[in-house]
């Protein structure tokens, strides 16, 4: 049975989601620290700024009142699906799939294929054309994606990146890489305000990054946009450290950000890390690396761990992560489908 869940979800709901994630990623991810409730939590209840979110779950566990859609779940179900509709000018046609996961011992017992069912009725009562989803390569995902018709559009790689405890953690905080020309700076939380056009416009870089055949658009970065975006990062519990290499006419000349889901966690991502065009090639995007080690390391002492994905022909950014000793993990996807 697939139950849809009201917005914000219960506590008995969350719970019996993160249930099922954690029981998975046990079995697929078990080298990876467990699902963290502060993130799960903040994700289920934080409204998203780039679409309306729908929430199901599967399971034969009955509801208090029997109405589904509303109430608390009893049991931890048996799968959880989370779409994303995007409500942004140009992405109105397309969708992201952030959860489809069953719990290990209810698979191969079609829960996968009817929570997939479920979705997908959405998406065309929706007139979505497309939909996209995130997978590791050779789990259980990539086979049930494939089975299902996705193609992987944008091939990737989780980069991992050890943070070393108390002295040994990169350079000291108090010694930033030379940057001869630049001044590195730091910023916890939203970016200042005064800060604030010239990195939405350090942003716009990004559209060099590979996207392969992804239908989703890039979005035009204003001030009001980044603000926004590093807000809900906030609102939904976690913490955000931005390292910008800036020039003494004010220009934000390469930036890169990590994003602590949950502060109190020993796991970051890397978000994204851009050297503006004009500034290329003086080193700048293992400067604002390195220094962000030093600086995350400094702020949240029990980090160890930092993953980003790089696409697989993003050659530069590759070799900014390997001169910076971080190893390849594992391969990864964006796999999509047209409706």
Request: net charge negative; charged share 20%.
């Amino acid at each position: 049975m697939i139950h849809s869940l009201a917005l914000p979800p219960s506590d008995a709901e969350v719970d019996a989601w993160l249930a099922v994630l954690t029981a998975a990623a046990a079995v697929d991810l078990p080298q990876l620290p467990p699902p963290s409730r502060v993130e799960v939590a903040g994700r289920l209840c934080v409204t998203p700024v780039r679409g309306r979110q729908v929430l199901w779950t599967a399971g034969e566990g009955s509801r208090e009142g029997g109405v589904s859609g509303g109430g608390a779940v009893s049991g931890e179900g048996d799968g959880v699906a989370a779409l994303l509709l995007f409500t942004e000018e140009g992405n109105t046609h397309t969708a992201f799939l952030d959860v489809l996961t069953v719990r290990p011992e209810a698979r191969r017992r079609g829960v996968g294929t009817a929570l997939w069912e479920r979705v997908r009725e959405e998406l065309i009562a929706e007139g979505r054309t497309s939909v996209a989803v995130m997978l590791d390569l050779g789990g259980p995902g990539q086979a049930f994606a494939e089975a299902s018709g996705f193609e992987n559009v944008l091939p990737m790689a989780w980069y991992v990146q050890d943070v070393p405890a108390g002295d040994a953690a990169a350079d000291r905080s108090d010694q930033p890489p030379a940057t001869p020309g630049y001044e590195l700076l730091t910023w916890y939380g939203l970016v200042p305000d005064a800060w604030a056009p010239a990195a939405a416009a350090a942003h716009a870089a990004m559209e060099d990054a590979p996207t392969g055949d992804m239908d989703e658009r890039i979005q035009p970065w204003t001030p009001e946009r980044l603000h926004t975006l590093q807000q809900l990062i906030l609102d939904r519990g976690g913490d955000m450290i931005t390292v910008a290499a800036v020039t003494p006419g004010g220009e934000v000349a390469a930036y890169t950000e990590i994003v602590l889901p949950d502060p109190g966690g020993t796991a970051a991502l890397q978000y994204d890390t851009v050297v503006v065009p004009a500034h290329r090639g003086h080193g700048l995007g293992r400067a604002v690396k390195r220094h962000m080690v030093a600086q995350a390391a400094a702020r949240h002492p029990q980090l160890r761990r930092i993953a980003t994905t790089v696409a697989d022909e993003n050659g530069p950014m590759r070799a900014v992560n390997e001169a910076l000793g971080q190893r390849r993990e594992r391969g990864v996807g964006v796999f999509q489908i047209k409706l």
